[in-house]
């Protein structure tokens, strides 16, 4: 069945530091993929996304890379802020209708000022 | 816009009793709700999906018969866990569709048998 991988954390960097967070996935037929974030006590919200090889998601500073080719939608920043600290969590569709969701465990990411 | 709601966000109850988990769309009409569960430092697992005026479809392993899921309007759907057990205790989740990308989430419920 599909799955995703995602590296575990917490992952603790920097006010200003590059970030990635690492996701591969393992799917038939052709995904849409995504990444969402949840801020403590909040429901977890759309960060970006991207619904064929190589688009490219954006949002806030945000990017991922829909790469078929290696099956990942890595997640980059270029300089993180103290408000980026949250779990993210990379996700995927099979679908092309209303389906649910195959989430990876997600990455608890830590930014110190 | 897009806000979801879940009610309540924390539930306590004793093993053997049932409990009723709501799901609400505030703004937006939802076709299509789904429900995740997600166990600590773990990833959330889809559940069930379920159609408003339709039977919900259950993931292979869930429990129908355990797990009833309403989705009686375009806004609210519901949860229900039956005869509830100390290993139903859990984070659940919902979302509502809108749109075939686009996902909002509740913040969840914390539900906890004893």
């Known amino acids: 069945g599909d799955s995703v991988t995602q590296m575990e954390g917490p992952v603790t960097l920097s006010e200003e530091a590059f970030l990635t967070i690492n996701c591969t996935y393992t799917?038939?037929?052709?995904?849409?993929l995504f990444w969402y974030v949840q801020y403590p006590g909040e429901g977890l919200q759309l960060l970006l996304k991207a619904t064929k090889a190589d688009d490219k998601g954006s949002n806030k500073g945000f990017e991922a890379t829909y790469r078929k080719e290696t099956t990942s939608f890595h997640l980059e920043k270029g300089s993180v802020q103290v408000s980026d600290s949250a779990v993210y969590f990379c996700a995927l569709k099979a679908g092309g209708g209303a389906d649910g969701l195959t989430f990876g465990k997600g990455t608890h990411l830590i930014i110190q000022p | 816009g897009a806000v979801v709601s879940q009610h309540p966000s924390w539930v306590i109850c004793k093993s053997g009793t049932s409990v009723k988990i709501e799901c609400r769309s505030l703004?937006?009409?939802?076709?299509?709700m789904f429900w995740y569960r997600q166990f600590p430092k773990q990833s959330l697992m889809l559940m069930a999906t379920?159609?408003?005026?339709?039977?919900?479809?259950?993931e292979q392993g869930v429990e129908k018969d355990k797990f009833l899921i309403n989705h009686a309007s375009l806004t609210l759907s519901t949860l229900t866990v039956t005869s509830a057990h100390p290993e139903d205790s859990s984070f659940y989740i919902c979302?509502?569709?809108?749109?075939?990308?686009?996902?909002?989430f509740g913040p969840g419920t914390r539900l906890t048998v004893t």
């Open positions: 979302s509502a569709s809108g749109g075939p990308y686009e996902q909002y």
């Open positions: 799917a038939t037929g052709y995904p849409s």
């Open positions: 379920s159609n408003e005026g339709s039977k919900a479809t259950y």
């Open positions: 703004d937006f009409q939802a076709t299509t």
